[in-house]
Structure formats: C-alpha cells, structure tokens
C-alpha cells in the first residue's frame, strides 16, 4: 500500500478529522482580520467624534464574539486533532495474527 492510499484512506475515514485543522487556522486567523477591521474603523471615527461614547465602544463587540468563537473552535479542534492523532495510530497498525492455538 503506497503513501496515496493510505492518506485517502485516513481522509475517507475521518474526514471531520482533517477539517479541524482547516477550521482551527480559519477562527485564528478570522479573528485578527475582525480584529484589524474594528480598530480601523474606530480610528477613522475616533477624530469626529468630541467624546468617547457607548457607540464607540460597541463596535469592539464583533471582536468580542469573533474570540469568544475563537475559544470555543480552538478548543474543540483541539480536542479533535489529539483524537485523531491517537486513533490514527492506531488504524495504522497491523492487526494481531491469529494462530490456531488460539482457536482451541
């Protein structure tokens, strides 16, 4: 059994297993663009405005979501990747050969 077989193999078995890694990089990096596009729009408000008021505070409430999901996808793709990895050794090892004394 070649490479290519095997990895297709892991990959039709579990294929939610290799999304976390996908999913995980898509939250962390998700988040400093939310990150990015709320400080920039609240200093382009910032010298309209005379005070610092509770509009402008509100808009730093995406970036508050954007991490509450952030923690809560990092810790289930975690939890998914250690799964994986522990279970794909597993999978990945020959089964027990069977012997005719066992039988009796």
Same mark, same amino acid.
């Given at each position: @059994?070649?490479?290519?077989?095997?990895?297709?193999?892991?990959?039709?078995?579990?294929?939610?297993?290799?999304?976390?890694?996908?999913?995980?990089?898509?939250?962390?990096?998700?988040?400093?663009?939310?990150?990015?596009?709320?400080?920039?729009?609240?200093?382009?408000?910032?010298?309209?405005?005379?005070?610092?008021?509770?509009? @402008?505070?509100a808009l730093f409430l995406p970036w508050i979501l954007a991490i509450i999901v952030r923690l809560l996808v990092c810790y289930l793709a975690t939890f998914g990747i250690a799964r994986f990895t522990f279970s794909a050794g597993a999978l990945l090892q020959p089964p027990p050969a069977c012997s005719d004394n066992e039988d009796r």
């Open positions: @059994m070649n490479t290519f077989q095997v990895l297709a193999r892991l990959i039709s078995y579990r294929p939610w297993s290799y999304s976390c890694r996908l999913l995980l990089l898509l939250a962390c990096y998700g988040e400093r663009i939310i990150f990015g596009l709320v400080v920039q729009h609240f200093f382009t408000i910032l010298p309209t405005e005379p005070a610092l008021t509770l509009n @402008m505070l």
